[in-house]
Structure formats: structure tokens, C-alpha cells
């Protein structure tokens, strides 16, 4: 039994919906479009800083492709405003299937851990906004490791801190890049496909696991044992 299983955040345990909808308060139309570049540039920027070697808090990454974003599209936002773009990350909320498929987790008696690019506080303020950090034996950051996913050493990381082998060990995403580099690393993998339109991306790896349904995740994990 994999008796630890470890989770992104940002996408696959909570909602980044509000987000968009902040951004298009303060920007208006081209909202959309400058979410969408935000983060392609936001990973682009911390798998960049990853093979560089020039780790950074990922809060720089977010504001740093902001500002990216909005030149690219023309779209005039005020210093202010990019405070209160950033401010909405933390303030989001869990999507709704997470709480019972969490807690039917725990009484498999699993080890349930965050695992994130972001910094351990953003995190944990994140969960326990969230009402959902009292599931999680602890929260692993890449920032112990000093780079990003999908850079080896961090999944090694959540290895090493969950006390398991990697096999061990699965981790439950909804980004393929970090579902490629968790299997790379060893692990076993459950991806969480959170947009019906989203494909994995055509490597000769598959997911051990395919959810489109966070609250199957427990009896997945029994029977792909």
C-alpha cells in the first residue's frame, strides 16, 4: 500500500478560479488571456530558475510573469493593483470534492502531505484558510531544496521526508510536468485531470492513475496497489 500520498496544491487541491476573477476586476477583458500567459510564464520563470540554478521564492516567479503577461497583452495595471493580483493567491478555497476525498483518505490510515513550489508559510496560511490543513501530517516546500519541480532532487526531497522509498510514495497532481517528473524520480503517480479539455502530454510515460473524480482517489489507491 502506498502509505504515503503526497499533494500539489495550486490546481489540484485548490481552486485558483478566484484569481481570474480578482484579475478581471482590475484589468477588465483581456482578464482571460492574461491569466493564461501568467501561467505559462509563472512555470516557464521557475523551470528557467531550476536549471539555472538561481532559486528565488516562487512569489517572485508569480510576479515577476504578471508583469510579463500584462506587457505582452497591452494590459495597463497599476503597482497597486499587481499587489492585489498577487494577494489573491492567498485567499482561495479548496475545490469542493477535497474534504471527503481527503478524509476518506485518513481513515485508510494514509500519510497525507503537501507538497508545493510554494514557501511552507504561503502554504500553510493557504490550507488552514482552506480548512483543510488539520488532514496533513506536514507540508514539504521546494524552498528546503532551494529549487523547483520537476528538478529531481525536489521529489527526492519528499522522498526523504516521508521516510518511504520512492515507490512508496505517490503523488496526486493535476499538472502533467510534475506527474513526468515525480515518475522520473520513481514514484508512483495519480493524475488528477481537474478540465475535462486538459491532455497528458504524449511522453511514453503514463500516470499510474487517472482521476477525473478527486473522491475515487482512495479506492484507486487499492486496487493500483
Known sequence: MNTAVAF???GTLIDTQAVL???TDLIGEKAPAVSQLWRQKQLEYSFRRGLMGDYCDFSVCTRQALL???RQLQANISDKAVEQAMQAYAELDAFADVPTGLAALQQQGRRLYAFSNGSRTAVEHLLKRAGIADYFTGVISVEDVRS???DPKVYQHLVNSCGLAANEVCLVS????????AAHAGLRTAWLRRDSHSIFDPWDVQP???LDDF???ANQLITNT
Do not use: H, V
Open 208 to 210: 499510474d492513475i487517472l
Open 174 to 181: 493535476s499538472n502533467s510536468f510534475d506527474i513526468l517528473g
Open 215 to 217: 473522491n475515487a482517489l
Open 21 to 23: 476573477t480578482r484579475l
Open 68 to 70: 510579463f503577461a500584462c
Open 148 to 150: 523547483f519541480k520537476p
Open 8 to 10: 500539489d496544491i495550486y
